[in-house]
């Protein structure tokens, strides 16, 4: 991408959500509150904000609602929640998609956007390391644990649910695609991000959004997105807080240069409800970059990708299974 980014247009103004449900996750700050911000501008009649962080999210609740566009676009009988989700936390995740469920018993798109962009090394109760399971293994016990929802929610509607993940463009700076540490023929591919001799701090963000996105690309082999539509996309680089949790030595740069060429979070939301409402089935097991779709770098195609992205496929299954009922359909390869 050139240094100052191209411009994005609006979106068209005909959406009406009216009548559906949303999860939006890391809502209490950044492109997740924008998200739930123009969700409602277009007239969805629930969402939830999935934060771990309540007071927080009840305090961007109160902002969201407080917005002229949003109180001139939603619904009046708008439900719009607050419930925790910690993404640390299996056990979080597995009450927040029970709560969920139990309550609302019908959702329609799920928004994986929380995320983190750190630099120390940190190894969780789960035993992985926190990028990974905050960024990956946790969006992917969210969303097997709702997909029953999504897929009941299609069939009672006739018309396909969505998930759609907020990806990063950043997923080619992984360690594994520049070669900074392959993975060693004996090493699985949690193993490898969770061991201290693999951690390279400044690539550790791409590496989890690669995660992201080969287990897209392969759960999309196993299920033709006929009921569930799944897809990716990055907004480019957005002006949110992400970037304050760097060392001030860092957070001055890189300030600046977000200062010059970074977005803005309505531009973000644009693109992040194209990917999640305005394209369509055709989009399952895409990546967008703002509102095109990228092909895969060459190195999801060479051996040593398809290796990958079938050993992550297979871990991911196994580590899946300690936490739920895996789907038939969630077979390894
Ligand atoms: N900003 C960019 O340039 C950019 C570019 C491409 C992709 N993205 C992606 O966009 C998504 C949103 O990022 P952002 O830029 O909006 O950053 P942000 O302002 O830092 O927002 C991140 C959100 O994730 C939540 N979160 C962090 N750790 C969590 C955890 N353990 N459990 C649950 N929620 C957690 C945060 O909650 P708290 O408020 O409690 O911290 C916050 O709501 C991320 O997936 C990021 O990778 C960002």
Request: some cysteine; charged content about 20%.
């Amino acid at each position: 991408m050139p240094f100052f980014q191209p411009s994005v247009s609006p979106l068209p103004e005909n959406i009406s959500l009216r009548g559906q449900t949303a999860i939006v996750t890391g809502a209490s700050q950044g492109i997740g509150t924008e998200i739930v911000a123009q969700l409602l501008e277009r007239s969805i009649s629930t969402v939830v904000l999935a934060v771990r962080n309540v007071a927080k999210g009840e305090e961007a609740r109160k902002a969201i609602l407080g917005r002229p566009s949003v109180k001139k676009g939603m619904d009046t009988k708008a439900v719009v929640k607050v419930m925790k989700l910690e993404a640390e936390d299996y056990g979080s995740v597995k009450s927040f998609a029970d709560d969920f469920s139990k309550e609302f018993g019908e959702l329609h798109l799920l928004m994986l956007n929380a995320g983190i962009g750190i630099l120390e090394r940190d190894i969780l109760p789960t035993t992985h390391e926190k990028t990974i399971q905050v960024n990956y293994l946790s969006n992917v016990l969210l969303l097997l644990l709702l997909y029953p929802l999504l897929t009941n929610t299609a069939t009672t509607t006739g018309t396909p649910t969505r998930i759609t993940w907020t990806g990063s463009r950043m997923h080619t700076s992984s360690s594994l695609l520049t070669g900074k540490k392959p993975l060693a023929p004996s090493s699985t591919v949690l193993g490898h991000f969770d061991s201290k001799e693999s951690w390279v701090p400044f690539t550790r963000y791409g590496d989890s959004k690669l995660l992201c996105l080969l287990f897209m690309y392969e759960m999309t082999n196993h299920d033709d997105g006929g009921k569930v539509v799944q897809n990716s996309f990055c907004p480019g680089m957005v002006n949110t807080g992400m970037s304050d949790v760097l060392p001030i030595y860092l957070r001055v740069p890189v300030n600046m240069v977000k200062a010059l060429r970074a977005r803005s979070v309505d531009v973000a939301g644009w693109v992040a409800l194209n990917t999640a409402v305005v394209v369509g089935g055709e989009s399952h097991g895409q990546f967008y970059a703002d509102k095109e779709v990228v092909e895969p770098a060459p190195w999801f195609r060479s051996a040593e990708g398809r290796r990958v992205q079938k050993m992550l496929w297979n871990e991911t299954v196994d580590e899946m299974a300690k936490y739920t009922k895996v789907p038939a359909w969630m077979k390894k390869v």
